[in-house]
């Protein structure tokens, strides 16, 4: 158990609809970072927030939005599902503990459109 | 998005032997960690290298980092069956202590034969 939780594992929606993913961090982390992975590809960053405000944005889609809540848990909206958004979404914390990078990954939902 | 160059992008190898692999990249990174992922997990954090030229061991892995800051190796001696998954190298922009995004390799698949 990485200390990272994410929730559901699996989720199956058809396109147009609009689905929400959670994650809570590792205890103590105040940064939050969602990621993308598609079949056999490496995972593509989307949006980092931290203590609650949004700072640093990558290829994120208009249709995903994301925030973090006072008590830390961050969750992932994505709406107006294509077939393409089918993949891994990774949810990762971080400290900032020096040179430990704590760079801690939680196991992931893996969203299939159908 | 950008990804980093890896290579090779798959491996079958017998148990005993020793693995290389490397990730390039077209900019500077300050910071390179390298990954392993099985199925169905996140990434687990193997190595973190924090300088130029720097080479980190840990057990049988040891990796390096370029001393051009574009590059970084990944060496495993004496593989085992439980070495089998997909390894990536990701690379940050920030330095020690300072968590940011991170852009990923595009992996490399390991297979050990008995």
């Known amino acids: 158990d990485s200390g990272v939780t994410q929730t559901p594992k699996h989720l199956i929606t058809a396109t147009g609809q609009r689905v929400t993913l959670r994650c809570s961090p590792r205890?103590?982390?105040?940064?939050v970072y969602w990621y993308q992975q598609s079949l056999d590809q490496g995972l593509q960053f989307l949006i980092q927030?931290?203590?609650?405000?949004?700072?640093a944005k990558g290829n994120i889609l208009e249709r995903f939005s994301a925030q973090q809540f006072p008590d830390l848990h961050s969750e992932l909206n994505l709406s107006s599902l294509e077939l393409g958004d089918s993949a891994l979404y990774f949810c990762?914390?971080?400290?900032?503990?020096?040179?430990?990078?704590?760079?801690?990954f939680g196991s992931g939902t893996r969203l299939t459109v159908v | 998005g950008q990804q980093l160059n890896q290579s090779p992008q798959s491996m079958f190898i017998q148990e005993g032997e020793d693995v290389s692999m490397n990730c390039t990249s077209s900019?500077?990174?300050?910071?390179w960690l390298w990954y392993k992922q099985e199925p169905g997990e996140g990434p687990v954090l193997l190595i973190a290298?924090?300088?130029?030229?720097e080479l980190t061991s840990n057990g049988r892995l040891t990796a390096q980092f370029g001393i051009t800051r574009k590059d970084s190796f990944l060496n495993i001696s004496a593989s085992i069956p439980s070495d089998v998954g997909i390894y990536f190298c990701?690379?940050?922009?920030?330095?020690?202590?300072?968590?940011?995004?991170?852009?990923f390799g595009t992996g490399t698949r390991l297979q050990v034969t008995l």
């Open positions: 927030y931290y203590n609650g405000e949004e700072r």
């Open positions: 990762a914390s971080t400290g900032h503990r020096g040179r430990d990078y704590g760079y801690t």
């Open positions: 290298l924090y300088k130029a030229g």
């Open positions: 990701a690379g940050s922009t920030t330095r020690t202590g300072t968590a940011s995004k991170l852009t």
């Open positions: 205890s103590g982390d105040l940064s």
């Open positions: 900019s500077i990174f300050n910071t």
